[in-house]
């Protein structure tokens, strides 16, 4: 009906318009047939004509229907006007030579010949123009590489042809830590690392495999006629060519990726789907820290969990959730527990108590390591000032991560926090891994050397399972070095182990570093390690990791014996080792053991934290951004190699 209606109006439009230039015609053909006949004009009919040639054109603007798009052109429609009257003009030419054509004639024919050339050229810029921008429309202003709209249309295609047997696969990339660059060096330095990446990726791939940017740090291939065992080996070249060091603009960077693959169709039946799997298998990849993983089947419900785990943790940040274990050390010429190491817990509103292995590498992904080192940093700094209050001289160690030592404005913030507790810089001791070292090794050494020259102490943790070297000892302020457990752990059944963890000792002790050796579980170990000269011992042997609660009863009891203990006595049952009813039945006696403990208490609180309490009725009230020291059984370590235990 509305077509209909539509229809009809058009029509009377044009009927009004007709009729007043119809009226007009006549206007001034009658005017011409009077004046020529000598008689003059009367005024009644020529203005009434004259005025009806004007009001009908009035009438059709005022009935005009609503402005519609009009119909476009394609094909031969758009030049077939030009085209006709280009080969009328060239026919006129033509005859022209033949016999005596008005010059006039000749003049408008050669014009419309030139004209319609030049409407050739301008068409000719305006399809070149819509050729570049339909390119652009598909390319990465970035990297030169296809963006993701054109990946996207790639893969649709290449879905729609394959049939049959054949299949293709996707490689979906996304680089380790680039936040951290993007934010601690500039957004100019990050642009300049893409693009490196991207080339790196490109010289890695078959001929006619087609690579993409699809934004951010996050780059996708498409292998045409692959499997997973193709798609395999070329992720794996990729992050070949990815582990070399990378020079943008003077800095050295170490970048990681995470390859997460699917291969259509026996991973997915269409494009969109395949796209989503494989992020998922990406993801997988980089929680495993494993480089590569191909799609497995149920893997989304996993991806769904890491998500939900993503926005709790960043929830909890701030809320008391996180709680801080500590694990002592001990001096093995001494027997003195002198100091102890921070390990972050977080007690989840369902799930538990969870350890770092089960949140560290989310908070890396999702980009708050930083505030999770805060929080933990002034936790640990806090219960610190408690200890030295109730007379109990220990320093703490915390981790740091990669971004920390990215961080610039680092070292002045732990300078206030240390002045705050009123703690000399000497109470703390800051640990890294080899590995966060590798991202910009410039950068971090600045950054460690201010914090070393504020006093502050530096680890090398978990040494010997990284990529440092004797002269990257030399270059960095370090005074302690972190021999990993796994060497000690090697000792009974390896004589070689038992020769690293000599030659260790030695090395440091040659350049003035004490070395501290981790996961010491049996008394053995700790006779060996006193005969090489070891300076500290850490493991569940002479401690295990507990509450604040717990270990200030574990310093309590070696200050009452003059502040040593019984290396060859100190015997405990590794976590380990034990089972879950144990397990369970040892987290039910430490909170009795805490509860009965009113000592412990004291030197975990200060009066003004218990005057806090009493008036609430119950635990002090933390600090905003604090964690808790809740008394709960210690909960799981990381493994080698973590920034977090």
């Known amino acids: 009906m509305t077509s209909i209606s539509r229809a009809s109006s058009q029509g009377r439009v044009w009927w009004l318009l007709g009729a007043g230039l119809v009226s007009f015609a006549l206007a001034d053909s009658l005017l011409l047939v009077i004046v020529t006949a000598g008689h003059t004009p009367s005024n009644g009919v020529l203005s009434s004509l004259w005025l009806l040639s004007v009001l009908m054109p009035a009438l059709a603007s005022w009935l005009r ?16 006007v030009p085209l006709v009257l280009a080969t009328v003009a060239l026919g006129l030419l033509v005859l022209g030579a033949a016999i005596d054509l008005p010059a006039v004639t000749v003049a408008l024919a050669a014009a419309t010949v030139l004209s319609a050339l030049a409407r050739a050229a301008f068409t000719f810029i305006e399809v070149q123009q819509l050729a570049e921008s339909r390119v652009l429309a598909r390319t990465d202003d970035l990297t030169g590489l296809a963006n993701r709209r054109g990946f996207i249309e790639r893969l649709t295609r290449a879905e729609q042809h394959t049939t049959g047997p054949d299949t293709f696969a996707l490689l979906l990339l996304d680089l380790d830590r680039f936040k951290e660059i993007n934010d601690s060096l500039g957004h100019q330095v990050g642009d300049a690392l893409l693009t490196q990446v991207g080339t790196r990726i490109s010289d890695a791939l078959r001929p006619g495999d087609l690579h993409a940017r699809l934004g951010g740090d996050e780059f996708a291939v498409l292998l045409e006629h692959a499997d997973a065992d193709a798609a395999r080996r070329v ?12 020079d943008v603009g003077g800095v050295t960077l170490h970048v990681g990726a995470s390859i997460g693959a699917a291969v259509y169709p026996d991973h997915a039946q269409d494009a969109h789907t395949l796209l989503q799997r494989a992020d998922v298998a990406m993801y997988a990849a980089k929680s495993g820290r494993t480089g590569v993983e191909s799609y497995r089947p149920g893997a989304d419900v996993n991806s769904l969990v890491r998500l939900d785990l993503i926005e709790s943790l960043r929830a909890a940040l701030g809320t008391g959730q996180l709680e801080v274990h500590y694990q002592v050390k001990v001096d093995l010429g001494s027997g003195r527990m002198d100091a102890v190491e921070a390990l972050v817990r977080w007690r989840h509103p369902t799930r538990g108590l969870l350890g770092p292995e ?9 980009g708050f390591m930083r505030m999770l080192t805060i929080e933990v940093l002034h936790t640990a700094l806090d219960q610190c000032r408690r200890w030295h209050a109730a007379g109990l001289e220990v320093a703490v160690a915390v981790n740091l991560s990669a971004s920390d030592l990215l961080d610039r404005g680092f070292p002045a913030q732990v300078s206030g926090m240390l002045a705050g507790f009123g703690l000399s810089p000497a109470a703390l001791e800051l640990e ?34 990284g990529y440092s070297s004797l002269a990257r000892l030399l270059e960095l302020p370090v005074n302690v070095l972190k021999l990993d457990k796994s060497f000690i752990q090697r000792v009974a ?22 070395i501290v050796v981790e996961g010491v579980e049996t008394a053995a170990a700790v006779r060996m390690l006193r005969d090489v000269g070891c300076d500290l011992a850490q493991g569940y042997f002479l401690g295990e990791p507990g509450p604040s609660e717990l270990v200030t009863e574990q310093l309590r009891q070696a200050a009452a014996t003059a502040g040593t203990i019984d290396l060859e006595t100190a015997t405990r049952e590794p976590v380990g080792l034990a089972t879950p009813r144990e397990a369970n039945a040892r987290e039910t006696s430490a909170r009795e053991t805490s509860a009965r403990e009113t000592s412990a208490r004291e030197a975990t609180r200060d009066p003004a934290a218990d005057r806090g309490a009493r008036r609430t009725g119950g635990r002090a009230p933390t600090r905003e951004g604090g964690v808790r020291n809740t008394p709960v059984a210690p909960g799981p370590t990381t493994p080698a190699g973590s920034p977090w235990r």
């Open 493 to 514: 059944d390896d004589s070689r182990a038992e020769a690293i963890v000599r030659s260790t000792v030695s090395l440091a002790h040659a350049l003035d570093l004490r």
């Open 432 to 465: 890294i891994t080899e590995t966060t070292l590798m991202l910009d090794r410039v950068r971090s050494a600045t950054v460690l050397g201010e914090l070393r020259a504020l006093g502050v102490g530096i680890a090398v943790d978990d040494y010997g399972t």
């Open 358 to 366: 089960e949140f560290v590498p989310l908070a890396e992904q999702a």
């Open 235 to 246: 992720a794996d070249r990729v992050l070949t060519v990815l582990a070399d060091p990378f």
């Open 65 to 80: 229907p609503r402005w519609q798009p009009p119909a476009k052109m394609s094909g031969w429609g758009v030049i077939a």
